[in-house]
């Protein structure tokens, strides 16, 4: 036994063992010189962010840095994540070691697809990489990381593909299609870690994870729809579908509108103000087919490459003003209509979609702090706002999403709180009221609001107050007697900030 | 009123009038202190037809007049087998509820053993204690088996939320005592005499327990005088301290030297809804005048002004005077528990209703409902608007409950109807549902043999076959082992 072990079995695992070092080896020369290649183009970017305080937004909170990554991918081109650099006062980054890095400004941003563009006097040694203009999706496929430390050290990470999928990036209204993997090394992924094939091509920028194992990649494919890189960077804007759908996979609700199973189809259950649909869709249409593709009952598509995709996928392919054909079941009839495609213009919402960090606009009157209602304000309460911040301004969030802004309703204005003066005794105890009508009038907006509060020939004016309906009488030429003790006892510089109306 | 009830009443009415009675000693009490041991076992929300685990636990309890023994609620909830045992012996009891007050989080144990009354002197109930004046806490709590007694001062009395409810609030006095697991319901003593009832405690700091005083027990034992439990009235009313601002003083023309508190929530349902107006000031209760921030002195303290109601019997009158346009003006309401479609309380000895239509088994929207799926976070943001609203908005005043979707019980009747559970039933073909009952006629009797049923805040329909889920119906139960397809 002892001869045979010696004789045969030993050679064989030391020719194994050999073998495995030898791809070792391998893998270590291919990994050190990719890191070679590759070194003057991932570049580590730092962002310092300044957020006004909701709670005081004449002041603002402490400046914070935030890092991340990104890729050089032209001549002073820097391609990085939205979410690195969104609403950022001072961006800078760093090549290598060296001492002082290099100031940049945001060129383009796309935030349905969560990319920057930026620019600045790049070093000499930065060297754009090619980004193909596809990423393939192999499964199981081996995944390179590449980022740099704070010291400009180059690090490597690995994974591994697993799969494709669409999902909405950020705050966008638009799916995306977007490569999973799984770790297999190093935990640093997200923030724009860059990522690479076995071969050293470029794939993709990493983004948010989904659980300690897995990152999401936004590919080549979608890298290359949001900016059109050869006319100057511009943003690309693709279409908006402005529509929501869900299944149709209950067996009597098919029967109900007359669809056999094989028939396919989902169900329009929410048409929006801005996007594709926004004019020809209604809720309760069931969409069969669009672009020429027929949809399954879930609202996919057969997908040449990835298999089974969701309809919204179509629209991030084409971009605004191109056209797409539906085909539709209105009141049983099968019904074919043109969607033209348009974007979503964030600005045009009462409530935006994309958080921003722009000075607040607020009128403090007699120690009354009055805001307009942003999804910032209720993210004040933190991560798990939906938990935390009250119902009644949640609520009023969700009712207003979605909405256009219209002569009658540009803004839902929120009682924030009140400071605390001789004239408001007995009235501290408000806070975080929406402020529904004025006088029994809808308030239009902040700007209204102010005109009537400064309206000091008016003896009372009656704010009514959701949650509950809750009348609040104020006297305009009381809080005016009070704002200038206020404004020195809680050092407020300026009584108002209101952004002038664009027309 | 049954001849049991009527002896309960003259027992009730003796126990007040020895209330006054010499004080008992150190020895008598320890006498008087009971363990509790309790078995309970209650439904599950979700699946309503089934009960939970069989849990075991135990508290403390005190005898007074007629042998009975006074404990919290909390300890003897959604109980199956109750036995008590004194200081001194080793014989337990069998026990039973008579009558139990999860409001005030207060029951009364009967023994049917007449040797359980042998030798026994009942504890009296003594008068609020002054701030500051030493007590001392009998129980049982964790730590050991025997009897422990604490000392220690009283710090405050105010009203308080009784953690047991959830949602109501009742005098309580603070006291440093430790009050531990296990000491609930055991009697906390002065001069010796009951002052309260030890029964809950704060986690979050040193040396904090809570009592419930002698008036709130003294009330539960006028309550069920009669022979039933009718809970604590309320007055449904949310106010504000507006009349502290010099300017809605002005506006409102409320003379130099009044005060009182605004009205600014009523509830439907409740008798100040009809009566009282959003805006009214509210200046005096029971002849009490009510400070600006909502007090009023009442027995040397200075308590919120609701404990005038807090003292009264459901049915008895509420005297109020308030400020309308200008004008004083009285008003009467007669004192009414809540009446509400959506029970905030947390549910104890409930069976809860369901009724299942084609594997999809309904259940009432509640308190307890929402405990059973991880509590509030569970709840998508409409039905939280909707908990709270419910019992405040016109609009569901006719409600009597709100049917939910606990549950759907895997069939080829309702294949890829998952999703809707936990939605609540707003319409079936159209017709507003204001109770699960009538969602039971709604779907049975409809005309259409595909119903569509809607639920609040979803843009998809639930549409299932009449015909097909009342002919599958039977060969669900049978195969999840549910011996009935309803219980309303």
Redesign the interface.
């Known amino acids: 036994m002892n001869e045979t072990l010696r004789e045969k079995i030993l050679p064989v695992l030391a020719i194994g063992l050999s073998a495995v070092l030898a791809s070792c080896s391998t893998f270590h020369v291919e990994s050190e010189r990719l890191k070679a290649e590759i070194d003057n183009s991932v570049v580590r970017i730092t962002a310092t962010v300044q957020m006004p305080s909701y709670h005081a937004p004449w002041i603002w909170h402490q400046p914070v840095s935030r890092s991340g990554q990104g890729v050089v991918v032209g001549k002073n081109l820097v391609l990085t994540l939205a979410s690195n650099v969104m609403n950022a006062k001072v961006i800078r980054m760093t090549i290598g070691t060296e001492p002082t890095p290099t100031p940049l400004t945001i060129k383009a941003i796309n935030y349905d697809s969560n990319l920057a563009l930026l620019t600045g006097n790049l070093p000499p040694e930065a060297k754009p990489l090619d980004i193909p203009p596809v990423s393939v999706f192999k499964h199981a496929a081996p995944l390179r990381m590449y980022w740099k430390t704070g010291n400009g050290t180059i690090v490597e990470g690995s994974a591994v593909l697993d799969k494709a999928d669409t999902r909405y990036n950020f705050n966008s209204f638009q799916t995306q299609i977007m490569f999973h993997a799984i770790r297999s090394s190093h935990p640093q992924t997200g923030y724009g870690v860059p990522v690479f094939d076995n071969d050293g091509h470029f794939f993709g920028l990493a983004t948010q994870g989904g659980n300690e194992y897995d990152f999401i990649i936004i590919i080549c494919d979608t890298i290359a729809r949001s900016f059109d890189l050869k006319k100057g960077a511009e943003v690309c804007a693709t279409g908006m579908p402005g529509f929501?759908v869900?299944?149709l996979?209950?067996?009597?609700?098919r029967?109900?509108l007359g669809l056999a199973n094989t028939d396919g189809g989902c169900?329009v259950?929410?048409v929006l103000q801005q996007g594709a649909g926004s004019k020809q869709l209604k809720?309760g249409d069931v969409l069969l087919a669009l672009d020429g593709h027929p949809l399954d009952a879930w609202g996919r598509y057969k997908h040449p490459l990835f298999g089974p995709t969701f309809q919204s996928h179509l629209f991030s392919e084409h971009f605004v003003t191109e056209p797409m054909k539906a085909t539709i079941v209105r009141d049983k009839k099968k019904i074919d209509i043109d969607l033209k495609l348009s974007d979503i213009d964030d600005s045009k919402w009462i409530i935006p979609v994309n958080p921003s960090y722009k000075p607040v606009d607020y009128l403090v009157r007699g120690g009354f702090v009055f805001l307009p209602l942003t999804l910032t304000y209720v993210k004040e309460w933190g991560g798990d706002y939906?938990?935390k911040a009250p119902?009644s301004l949640?609520?009023a969030l969700?009712k207003a999403r979605g909405k256009l802004k219209t002569p009658e309703k540009r803004e839902v204005v929120v009682l924030s709180r009140v400071l605390s003066h001789p004239?408001?005794?007995?009235?501290q105890?408000f806070g975080d009221n929406i402020v529904e009508e004025v006088d029994g009038k809808p308030l239009k907006s902040l700007a209204e609001l102010k005109e009537i509060l400064n309206d000091t020939s008016r003896k009372?004016v009656k704010l009514t107050l959701l949650?509950?309906?809750?009348?609040l009488?104020?006297?305009p030429a009381?809080l005016k007697s009070a704002d200038k003790e206020v404004k020195l006892r809680y050092g407020i510089n300026q009584l108002e900030r209101l952004t002038p109306r664009r027309k | 009123m049954t001849l049991y009830t009527r002896r309960l009443a003259a027992m009730a009415a003796m126990y007040l009038c020895f209330s006054a009675l010499p004080k008992a000693t150190s020895a008598d009490i320890k006498d008087s202190v009971i363990k509790v041991r309790c078995m309970s076992q209650s439904y599950s929300f979700v699946e309503p037809w089934k009960k939970t685990q069989i849990r075991g636990g135990t508290g403390t309890g005190f005898v007074i007049e007629g042998g009975l023994i006074i404990t919290n609620a909390h300890v003897v909830s959604d109980a199956r087998y109750i036995e008590v045992q004194k200081y001194s012996g080793a014989k337990r009891f069998p026990a039973k509820v008579k009558f139990i007050s999860h409001c005030c989080d207060l029951a009364l144990l009967e023994i049917d053993d007449p040797s359980f009354k042998k030798n026994m002197k009942p504890l009296k109930l003594g008068s609020l204690p002054k701030i500051d004046s030493v007590v001392t806490t009998y129980g049982y709590p964790l730590g050991g088996l025997q009897l422990s007694v604490t000392k220690g001062v009283v710090s405050r009395i105010e009203m308080r939320t009784y953690a047991h409810p959830g949602g109501d609030q009742h005098l309580t006095i603070q006291t440093d005592a430790a009050i531990n697991p296990g000491n609930s319901g055991g009697p906390v003593i002065q001069n010796g005499k009951v002052i309260g009832v030890a029964f809950q405690g704060l986690t979050a700091a040193d040396n904090v327990g809570y009592m419930i005083p002698s008036v709130v027990v003294r009330h539960f034992l006028k309550d069920i005088a009669d022979g039933k439990v009718d809970d604590y009235p309320d007055l449904a009313v949310?106010y504000?301290?507006?009349?502290?601002?010099?300017?809605?003083r002005g506006?409102v023309a409320l003379p130099p030297g009044m005060s009182g508190v605004v009205v600014?929530?009523l509830f439907p349902g409740m008798p100040a809804y009809h009566k009282l107006k959003?805006?009214d000031i509210i200046t005096a209760i029971g002849g009490k005048i009510i400070s600006?921030d909502g007090f009023i002195n009442l027995d040397g303290l200075k308590v919120r002004f609701a404990e005038v109601v807090e003292r009264m019997q459901v049915g008895e009158n509420i005297p109020l005077e308030i400020w309308r346009d200008g004008k004083k003006k009285l008003v009467n309401l007669k004192a009414a528990s809540w009446k509400m479609p959506i029970t905030l309380r947390n549910p104890y000895d409930v069976v809860p209703k369901y009724y299942i239509f084609g594997g999809l088994a309904f259940t009432v929207f509640s308190r307890g409902y929402i405990s059973a799926i991880g509590g509030?976070?569970a709840l998508p943001?409409?039905l939280?608007?909707l908990f709270?609203?419910a019992n405040?908005d016109e609009t569901y005043a006719s409600y009597e409950n709100f049917a939910v979707l606990a549950k759907v019980l895997p069939d080829k009747v309702n294949?890829?109807?998952g999703k809707f559970v936990g939605q609540v039933v707003e319409t079936v073909d159209g017709v507003t549902i204001k109770s699960i009952e009538q969602l039971k006629s709604a779907l049975e009797n409809s005309k259409n043999d595909?119903v569509?049923i809607r639920f609040v805040g979803c843009?998809?329909?639930?549409?299932?076959?009449k015909k097909d889920a009342l002919s599958r119906n039977g060969a669900i139960l049978k195969e999840y082992h549910i011996p009935n397809g309803e219980r309303l």
Request: charged share 20%; net charge positive.
């Open positions: 929501n869900s299944p996979t209950q067996t009597y609700l029967r109900k169900l259950t929410k809720k939906m938990n119902i949640l609520s969700s004239t408001n005794i007995g009235l105890e009372v949650p509950g309906r809750i009348p009488w104020l006297s009381t | 949310e504000s301290a507006y009349c502290l601002n010099p300017a809605f506006i600014t929530k959003q805006m600006n509030w976070r943001l409409y939280k608007e709270i609203n405040a294949v890829n109807m595909l569509e843009d998809v329909p639930l549409i299932i076959s």
